[in-house]
Nanobody, 119 residues
Framework: QVQLAESGGGLVQAGGSLRLSCVISGRTSDIYDIGWHRQAPGKEREFVARIRWTAGVTYYADSVKGRFTISRDDAQNTVYLQMNSLIPEDTAVYSC????????????WGQGTQVTVSG
């Protein structure tokens, strides 16, 4: 089993920055990648960014490309999401999840962390 726990959310003004953390515990040997997703009130959950667990390859949604950076710390079993130049449209609950295969679904969702960007 694997467990994921997010932290780092908060209230920030437009143009500001936040860094989210996703701590992974338990069995990590079958992780293909870790993905960050977000869900705004009244909207579907959407993909934000992902990072391959071993190779470190990253991929971003167009809406955050150039503003957000996903990275990992192997020693700490932690994946970070550095969010810069935040805009009100980034307001959402951000969650991380694990995928075991390239074509698989994300699972083992964390509880999420709220990010609120004031205009």
């Amino acid at each position: 089993q694997v467990q994921l726990a997010e932290s780092g959310g908060g209230l920030v003004q437009a143009g500001g920055s936040l860094r989210l953390s996703c701590v992974i515990s338990g069995r990590t040997s079958d992780i293909y990648d870790i993905g960050w997703h977000r869900q705004a009130p009244g909207k579907e959950r959407e993909f934000v960014a992902r990072i391959r667990w071993t190779a470190g390859v990253t991929y971003y949604a167009d809406s955050v490309k150039g503003r957000f950076t996903i990275s990992r710390d192997d020693a700490q079993n932690t994946v970070y999401l550095q969010m810069n130049s935040l805009i009100p449209e980034d307001t959402a609950v951000y969650s991380c999840a694990r995928r075991a295969t390239p074509g698989g679904s994300y699972g083992y969702w964390g509880q999420g962390t709220q990010v609120t960007v004031s205009g």
